[in-house]
């Protein structure tokens, strides 16, 4: 078996978020900047681990997906914060947790020439995240807390936890 990529997980999202039947490849090819192959193995990964119904690619294994969410994604796409940069805010830095988790001299953020924040970066799952999540905040705040899960401490990752599954839980019953 061929292990998960980490763009397996940005593609997974997207699928997720899109709900049931609403998404073909056609669609996700331009949002992802992905070929229609690409996208086709990477939810073949998925499915080998479990995550979601082999093709059709028609049911999410929620509780899996979060499991290795909460417990594996921090192992198996291990980060370390970088050099201070300017870039786009994530893991508690972005909106989805800045104001739950207040850390004024700890800011994260995913390098971008674009972006307004200064802080220590990140290196996200896929090096076009700051372009797949212009116009997809469920998408942006989806990964900001898989890094916030990547990067934090206890009480980030317990956060943060809380958030993706209710996330996830509420996106995955579209399927069922």
Same mark, same amino acid.
Request: charge should be negative; avoid cysteine; proline fraction near 5%.
């Given at each position: 078996m061929e292990p998960i990529k980490p763009h397996d997980i940005i593609v997974l999202f997207k699928v997720l978020l899109k709900g049931g039947a609403g998404w073909k490849y056609e669609q996700?090819? *331009?949002? !992802?900047g992905l070929s229609k192959s690409v996208i086709?193995?990477?939810l073949s990964r998925c499915a080998k681990a479990k995550?979601?119904?082999?093709?059709?690619?028609?049911?999410?294994f929620a509780s899996n997906l979060l *499991?290795? !969410?909460?417990?594996?994604?921090?192992?198996?796409f291990a980060v370390e914060p970088g050099k201070m940069s300017k870039g786009i805010p994530t893991a508690h830095s972005a909106p989805i947790l800045n104001k739950q988790i207040v850390a004024e001299n700890d800011q994260y953020i995913w390098p971008n020439a674009k972006g307004n924040t200064r802080g220590q970066s990140i290196e996200p799952l896929d090096k076009r995240v700051a372009e797949i999540i212009k116009d997809d905040p469920e998408l942006y705040d989806l990964l900001a807390l898989v890094d916030a899960i990547r990067v934090g401490k206890s009480r980030e990752k317990e956060i943060a936890?809380?958030?993706?599954?209710?996330?996830?839980?509420l996106h995955a019953v579209s399927y069922q």
């Open positions: 996700l090819e *331009e949002e !992802l086709y193995r990477s995550f979601i119904s082999p093709n059709p690619f028609d049911y999410f *499991e290795f !969410l909460q417990h594996g994604i921090q192992y198996a936890g809380k958030l993706l599954k209710e996330k996830i839980q």
